[in-house]
């Protein structure tokens, strides 16, 4: 992702997988090369605490913990992203 690429060193970058079988996102994850944590959301804990019904969803959550921005594109979000730092 063009965006880690650039500014992973100022912002962290997570991504929550929704899927059912986290082994099949492992296998996405290595065959894109996708270099920032993903974790699993297979329960929807994080799904439902920030309202996600579709993916991709983009969520720029500050120090504190509070949502500041949800977004459907990375180009929605970024400016949020290089505000906060």
């Given at each position: 992702?063009?965006?880690?690429?650039?500014?992973?060193?100022?912002?962290?970058?997570?991504?929550?997988?929704?899927?059912?079988d986290?082994?099949?996102?492992?296998?996405?994850?290595?065959?894109?090369?996708?270099?920032?944590?993903?974790?699993?959301?297979?329960?929807?804990?994080?799904?439902?605490?920030?309202?996600?019904?579709?993916?991709?969803?983009?969520?720029?959550?500050?120090?504190?913990?509070?949502?500041?921005?949800?977004?459907?594109?990375?180009?929605d979000?970024?400016?949020?992203l290089?505000?906060?730092?």
């Amino acid at each position: 992702m063009k965006f880690h690429a650039e500014h992973g060193s100022e912002v962290d970058i997570i991504g929550i997988n929704l899927d059912e079988d986290f082994e099949v996102a492992k296998r996405y994850i290595k065959k894109t090369n996708i270099e920032f944590v993903n974790v699993s959301d297979e329960r929807g804990r994080i799904a439902n605490k920030f309202y996600i019904v579709r993916t991709p969803t983009l969520l720029a959550i500050n120090k504190e913990g509070v949502l500041v921005k949800l977004a459907a594109s990375m180009g929605d979000l970024t400016e949020t992203l290089l505000a906060a730092r």
